[in-house]
């Protein structure tokens, strides 16, 4: 990768220590607007967000996108935008590599939908690197899965889904010939948050389209979703007790669950399972599992996991390279005492952007770097209009606590309002949730284009 051919090598102005944050996900905006509005504007250190995307959503949104009960329109932020407010500079493109002995990050060139180049490809100087590209579907060679199931790694995939979702229901709606089997079926692979989530979400939007004048179709005849899981249980990763919560909403859903169901195939016009099993679907999501993004096995001899994630120190320095950190989904950190990594959760990476920042400050003031200590604080899961269940760690002698219903709901929807503080303040926050609230009344419930 050292010899890579480039177009433009942008040297930051001036003698000051240049940090660069590559990619703009819930952790790494977070931390470029830190570093931006605490040392950037303060004229410490130069800042730079590289980020393939022009805007930014939480992706823990994305289930709610997919569904069309969310309009992605009104919840990106503009990072050139972000950047200008908050004292960090934004620059458009994609990681490709790095060159470790000249402190450089290589981005490719980007086109528009004409093809015409936007940017040519380009080389950045940093004295500090940190690399947060978060991750992506891994499909674990599931043949038919590249061409007949969408991920739901981007704003991009998941309204692609929708938009399938609604044509799928409008042509349904205009055939002169019935609706087939499994044309309105939609089959979920992955019991995960993500999975869970769009699930319960789904039942509730696509009734709601149908609603809206669709009156060849019967939602409890001709629409049906379908949760498959390799694991014995939905919700793996989370107790036990919180899992069968979950499961219990769905099924009162007709959501049809089916755990311990290995996917051996995905057809254009449906699931194939180990059992031997077929599972009519025209709409598939894959949810199942996630990886490092494959640029990351080729970041100049960096140390990465089975799971193609930069391997990193308890300081979240990597294994090679002390002026390059790794943070959120991206990073495989195991911290001392535990047998498992830190799970790539909003939380975690909320955490690491902030014990980074005052990694960044310690360089610069030559003190000592201190270990990371992950802090699990619960999970919750949002079934949509019907429930949200979920538990918090450590309110009675470090064991959790099981909630559900409003309050769950209230804690759940706060995680979104936790990430908004964090980027843009208290106030805006405020103005803000106030407009959507006003302008929720005047618009469908559903995203129908």
Excluded at 45 to 50: D, E, G, K, R
């Amino acid at each position: 990768m050292n010899d890579m051919p480039q177009e433009s090598i942008i040297v930051p102005k001036g003698p000051l220590p240049h940090v660069i944050v590559v990619g703009g996900g819930a952790g790494g905006l977070e931390l470029a607007t830190r570093l931006g509005k605490k040392l950037g504007k303060r004229g410490k250190i130069n800042v730079t967000l590289i980020e393939k995307a022009r805007t930014h959503i939480w992706k823990p949104l994305l289930h709610e996108i997919a569904a069309g009960s969310m309009d992605a329109d009104r919840h990106e932020l503009d990072y050139l935008a972000q950047g200008y407010w908050t004292g960090f500079q934004y620059r458009y493109g994609e990681m490709i590599g790095i060159d470790r002995a000249k402190k450089q990050v290589m981005t490719a060139a980007t086109y528009d939908e004409e093809k015409r180049m936007v940017t040519p490809g380009r080389t950045f100087t940093y004295d500090t690197l940190v690399i947060a590209v978060g991750s992506v579907g891994n499909d674990f060679g599931t043949p038919g899965v590249a061409e007949n199931a969408i991920m739901l790694d981007t704003p991009e995939q998941a309204e692609r889904f929708n938009r399938r979702l609604v044509n799928a229901c409008i042509r349904a709606n205009a055939q002169e010939t019935p609706v087939r089997p499994g044309q309105l079926h939609v089959a979920i692979i992955g019991a995960g948050a993500t999975g869970t989530e769009l699930s319960a979400e789904l039942h509730r939007t696509a009734r709601g389209v149908v609603a809206f004048g669709m009156d060849r179709i019967d939602p409890n005849k001709d629409i049906k979703i379908t949760l498959i899981e390799a694991a014995d249980r939905i919700l793996p990763a989370l107790p036990e007790r919180l899992s069968a919560a979950t499961e219990k909403v769905l099924r009162d859903l007709n959501v049809d669950v089916k755990a311990q169901s290995r996917v051996t195939r995905v057809r254009a016009d449906g699931v194939e399972l180990a059992t031997g099993e077929f599972i009519p679907s025209e709409l598939v999501v894959w949810a199942a599992g996630v990886k490092g993004p494959d640029v990351l096995a080729h970041l100049d001899g960096l140390e990465v996991s089975r799971s193609n994630q930069l391997v990193v120190r308890p300081t979240l320095q990597t294994t090679q390279d002390d002026d390059v950190f790794a943070m959120g989904d991206c990073a495989y950190y195991v911290p001392a005492g535990e047998t498992a990594s830190v799970p790539p959760r909003a939380q975690a990476a909320h955490q690491e952007a902030t014990h980074i920042f005052k990694q960044i400050k310690a360089r610069l003031s030559g003190g000592e770097l201190t270990p990371f200590v992950y802090r699990d604080f619960g999970s919750l899961v949002s079934l949509g209009h019907y429930s949200t269940v979920g538990n918090l760690m450590g309110f009675v002698s470090g064991k959790s606590l099981m909630i559900e219903g409003l309050f769950a709901k209230i804690m759940y929807r706060s995680l979104y309002k936790m990430h908004q503080m964090a980027l843009f303040g208290p106030v805006k926050v405020a103005l803000d949730t106030l407009a959507r609230t006003l302008t929720r009344r005047t618009e469908p419930t559903v995203k129908l284009h």
